[in-house]
């Protein structure tokens, strides 16, 4: 993705903070696409839209996507308190745990702010989110921590951000996404849905929060040369060695246990849901730009707790703007 994110993909970046026995945690940007009107479309979709529409077909064929859709970008920051955790608290063991050492629990997210727009490039959204981030730490005392999925656009731009404002920071990679790829490099080897396969996985997972992410991506495909894989089954497994190869400087994740940091983006997909998807993308609706920008600034208010505060601010610029000559005044029923 370069400038404007393109409409017909997804991403989840995170930043964390922690100092202490706390943490301030900024989950990056996180693009949605939900339904809009064709004038609402940026011209890549809208072009994509129209050359499909040209055809006549009862549905589309696996993978197609619809063309309607438009990408939102969500950001947002909160505050953690570190929950140093080992692999296992995150990995059940095959078989399942025992009770004598019962899983630690992750850190949870207090205080959440968040911003969204379907206008605004991805870049001033993250902008946003550091600036909220540096209202709360401003003279950078606290560790900075990065999540993010591996897109490439996401990385660039957080690197151009906190470069421009001296921030170190620590980049990690969404755990749920190193899952995914996992997974499917398991079902590569064992049938899904097998106790073998859970192992494989399982063992494999274990083995990257320990730190030791390439030493696991080169065993993989060692067994894959092994087992003679066919072109078809192998796929998965290169997909998921590329994947682990191309970002060992994001899978640090015995650093981030013993810290006790989060490692995945649960908290900016939540956001997601309840800003964009509870609203946004009810049965039937087709959105114009404005009207959809609106309603979605307006969520990201309601959430924050902001209402009350916005709503004078709006009342007295919308009473300055009809009323230019009176400074003074007073709301009654």
Known sequence: MAGEPDDRKRSSPVREEAHGNRADQQTGTAPVSRP????????????????????????????EKPNRKRMATVACVFDTRPAPRRPHDVIHPPGGRSGERPARPGPKAENKWCTASLIRPPEQVIADAFDQAEARDPRHLRPWV???????????????????????????????????????????????GTTEAEAWAADHLTAILAGHAARTAHAMTAQA?????????????????????????QLRYDTALASGWPIATGAVEGACRHLIADRLDITGARWGLPGAEAVLQLRAIVSNGDLDPYWRFHTAREHKRLYPNQQNYALTA
């Open 146 to 192: 990065v999540l993010v999925d591996g897109a490439r656009h996401q990385l660039d731009l957080i690197t151009a951000e906190t470069d421009r404002r001296g921030v170190t920071v620590d980049v990690l990679l969404d755990f749920v996404h190193v899952a995914e790829y996992v997974w499917a490099a398991a079902h590569a080897f064992h049938k899904p």
């Open 36 to 63: 809009h009107r064709p004038e609402a479309l940026r011209e890549a979709t809208r072009w994509a839209a129209t050359t499909a529409a040209t055809g006549h077909r009862g549905r589309l064929a696996p993978g």
């Open 225 to 249: 040369t092994r087992e003679r894989l066919s072109t078809a089954r192998r796929y998965a497994v290169d997909a998921c060695h590329r994947y682990l190869t191309g970002h060992l400087d």
